[in-house]
């Protein structure tokens, strides 16, 4: 069984950065693939970033700041560390969400919300005007 646990939430100022960790007690998370999520009340979860088991595929939110090759939303896993991270730069307050991590066997499905096998307990990120 794969138990994550997600740390590094809290509340910072906008246009601050933040960076969310992810490990896992139980069996490591390095054969799965993990994502990160968010969900406000009200609101479905979604898709914030994705990473495959290897590292080899990627997807990351994209919004304004992507498109102009300045993307606020990086995640990288360290095997040797049993961690993923998100890290987040120029934080805005329609970030401010409950953030999941998550991890599955299948990249795709994962990313595409298909199926999830193991869910974090999440962690509050608050980005105050």
């Known amino acids: 069984q794969v138990q994550l646990v997600e740390s590094g939430g809290g509340l910072v100022q906008t246009g601050k950065s933040l960076a969310l960790s992810c490990t896992s007690s139980?069996?490591?998370?390095?054969?799965?693939?993990v994502g990160w999520f968010r969900q406000t009340p009200g609101k479905d979860r979604e898709i914030v970033a994705a990473?495959?088991?290897?590292?080899?595929?990627?997807?990351?939110?994209?919004?304004e700041e992507a498109v102009k090759g300045r993307g606020r939303f990086k995640i990288s896993r360290d095997a040797a560390k049993n961690t993923v991270y998100l890290q987040m730069t120029n934080l805005k307050p329609e970030d401010t969400a409950a953030y999941y991590c998550?991890?599955?066997?299948?990249?795709?499905?994962?990313?595409?919300?298909?199926?999830?096998?193991?869910w974090g307990q999440g962690t509050q990120v608050t980005v105050s005007s």
């Open positions: 998550a991890a599955g066997t299948d990249y795709s499905d994962l990313r595409y919300g298909v199926r999830v096998d193991f």
């Open positions: 139980g069996h490591p998370i390095n054969p799965y693939a």
């Open positions: 990473i495959s088991w290897n590292g080899g595929l990627i997807y990351e939110k994209d919004d």
